[in-house]
């Protein structure tokens, strides 16, 4: 079952209200015809004794009496009545399906961001963030024009055009079958138009996520873009990718808009043959058939939009059903849920890691990027993996880190296959520090916890302390609960590095992997991050990828890429 037929489903409760209300008061609308046919009536015939049989029956079932005139008013503020009555219900039933809005969006956007979360890194790697993203903009968008655009307003015509087509009914059948008939040649001659919706959906989809493609990778380049003079082809791409799902949406908009005038055109030829069907019905009476005339006309009146509304709705579906398929997709594919926060075993001393016969290739690339290596990582001591740009190196360090699977080959950690052992388990005595050094647009604490929870203060202190952050964070206006800016831009590059290095030493790693942790930085900031790194290495197996020279002399074994 798709997600958001899930998410339905738990709400079966606020679908189950809709239609009640919806029933009700397509049942009010239904009453209130009755009583304008039967204040028509009695408006044309004026006495009570010449009404219809039916009509008749209807009086006398209400048990109400009095003079044509008092019954005439009767009726006249029973339809009023039952209006207001209507609308009352109508709104109700608004309002469930607004909450039931909230719900599925936010079901669905909470699935979505669980399976993001956790996906495999390799797959997740070759999904852009901003197309990522752009699941979260989709499924709000899907969720909000199926509840409130489509739901509730189908639940509400469909049963309306039932309470129609049984009030016709009662004033005519041969009226009832003309205006079936006319319905479905339009409800299958409309079929096309859909069609045309859906590739219209499926423009939308695809350049919404190219959008969300575009857009965070050039936002995210802010210093880039005012430096190199792009800045004009990347808006011009912007532009374009936006002018195309736009362009979809007028499309699908026009689409949905060519709905109603067709239905005009052929209401006005049902009305044509309808007409004539009361004119030879009735034989001539022409004064006979001036009520029926009349409530046929304010029931169509009153169809109309219904019908309107549900071939729009169809519309409105077509348009979606891809981007319902794509968060389909996104979901479909079974990944292991978030691990629960068990306490995990933590390795006792550093441990040996020796790499084995490794191979390794990315998905959908013929080369090897690791072949056949073998090396070993001792415990207690700085080993340093040294090798050219594209050697190898950063994929290494993931390897290590479980981010990605050998293609062949092993990693035994003290002895015991890296495969067997529990992700959670390896990561908890995994630190990891990459180039990169990416922070939050938040405060420093927030950025050594990164989310984690159960640290005390201490422990923090510690971290902080062993990467040297108290030094400079002492000297910042709001110590721990300074934001840092957009990834960390009001920092210097060495002391992100600190942060990121505190960050990793949180949980006391008996692993720490760095990758190329000192590039960006100058030979004296490096230097005091290698004096750092030589302490923590005294219990701790440290990793560091490196192409520089610098790091040499502090590494206790050398491994070459
Ligand atoms: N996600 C990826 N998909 C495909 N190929 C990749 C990916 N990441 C790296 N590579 C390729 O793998 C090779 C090794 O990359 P990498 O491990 O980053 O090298 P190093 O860290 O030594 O500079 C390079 O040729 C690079 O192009
Ligand atoms: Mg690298």
Same mark, same amino acid.
């Given at each position: 079952m798709s997600l958001i037929g899930v998410a339905l489903r738990e709400r079966w409760n606020h679908l189950l209200l809709i239609s009640f209300l919806n029933a009700v008061s397509a049942f009010l609308e239904g009453t209130t015809m009755v009583a304008l046919l039967l204040a028509l009536n009695i408006l044309f015939e004026?006495?009570?004794?010449?009404?219809?049989t039916w009509p008749a029956a209807i009086v006398e079932w209400l048990g109400v009496s009095g003079s044509a005139n008092s019954l005439f008013v009767f009726f006249i503020i029973t339809a009023i009545a039952l209006q207001i009555t209507k609308s009352c219900t109508e709104f109700v039933s608004r309002v469930v399906s607004t909450r039931l809005r909230t719900h599925v969006s936010l079901y669905v956007q909470s699935e979505i961001t669980s399976r993001l979360l956790s996906f495999d890194y390799g797959d997740l790697s070759r999904i852009s963030v901003g197309t990522q993203n752009s699941y979260f903009v989709i499924a709000d968008q899907v969720s909000k024009q199926l509840t409130i655009t489509i739901i509730n307003p189908l639940i509400n015509s469909t049963f309306f055009i039932l309470v129609y087509l049984i009030v016709l009914m009662a004033i005519s059948p041969e009226v009832t079958l003309v205006a079936a008939a006319c319905g479905l040649l339009l409800w299958m001659s409309l079929g096309s138009i859909y069609g045309m919706s859906k590739k219209g959906g499926t423009k939308i989809a695809e350049g919404e996520q190219e959008l969300g493609r575009l857009v965070i990778d050039y936002l995210s380049a802010a210093k880039l873009l005012r430096i190199y003079p792009a800045a004009n082809i990347f808006k011009k791409q912007i532009d374009n990718v936006r002018k195309r799902v736009l362009e979809a949406h007028q499309f699908t908009r026009i689409l949905e808009q060519m709905v109603a005038p067709a239905i005009d055109v052929l209401f006005i030829v049902t009305i044509g043959v309808i007409f004539s069907v009361i004119y030879f019905s009735f034989d001539g009476e022409i004064a006979k058939a001036v009520p029926t005339t009349g409530v046929v006309l304010v029931v169509f009146n009153r169809l109309l939009p219904h019908f309107k509304q549900i071939n729009t709705m169809r519309s409105t579906y077509a348009g979606l059903t891809s981007r319902i398929e794509k968060i389909g997709k996104l979901v479909s594919e079974p990944v292991p849920r978030l691990p629960a926060d068990l306490i995990r075993p933590r390795y006792s001393s550093s441990p040996r890691i020796e790499i084995k016969n490794l191979f390794f290739s990315y998905p959908k690339?013929?080369?090897? &990027?690791?072949?056949?290596m073998n090396c070993c990582f001792q415990p207690g001591s700085i080993n340093l993996v040294k090798g050219q740009s594209g050697s190898g190196k950063s994929t290494l360090i993931n390897i290590v880190a479980k981010l990605y699977i050998p293609t062949d080959g092993r990693i035994n950690v003290d002895g015991v296959n890296l495969e067997t052992i529990d992700k959670s388990v390896w990561l908890d005595n995994l630190g990891y520090v990459d180039q990169e050094c990416f922070l939050l647009n938040s405060t420093i604490a927030e950025n050594i916890l990164f989310g984690r929870e159960g640290y005390s203060d201490h422990e923090i202190e510690e971290a902080c302390e062993l990467a040297e952050v108290n030094e400079f964070v002492g000297g910042?206006?709001?110590?721990?609960?300074?934001v840092v800016g957009d990834r960390g831009l009001s920092l210097s590059g060495g002391q992100r590095q600190r942060i990121v290095l505190a960050r990793a030493l949180l949980n006391k790693p008996r692993v720490l992997l760095l990758d190329?942790? &000192?590039?960006?930085?100058d030979i004296a900031t490096e230097t005091k991050f290698l004096k750092t790194l030589v302490q923590i290495a005294s219990d701790c197996t440290v990793i560091m990828a490196s192409h520089?020279?610098?790091p040499d002399k502090y590494a206790h074994f050398i491994v070459n890429v």
């Open positions: 004026q006495t009570l004794a010449d009404l219809g690339v013929d080369q090897m &990027t690791i072949s056949n910042l206006q709001n110590n721990f609960n300074t190329e942790p &000192t590039s960006a930085l520089r020279d610098t």
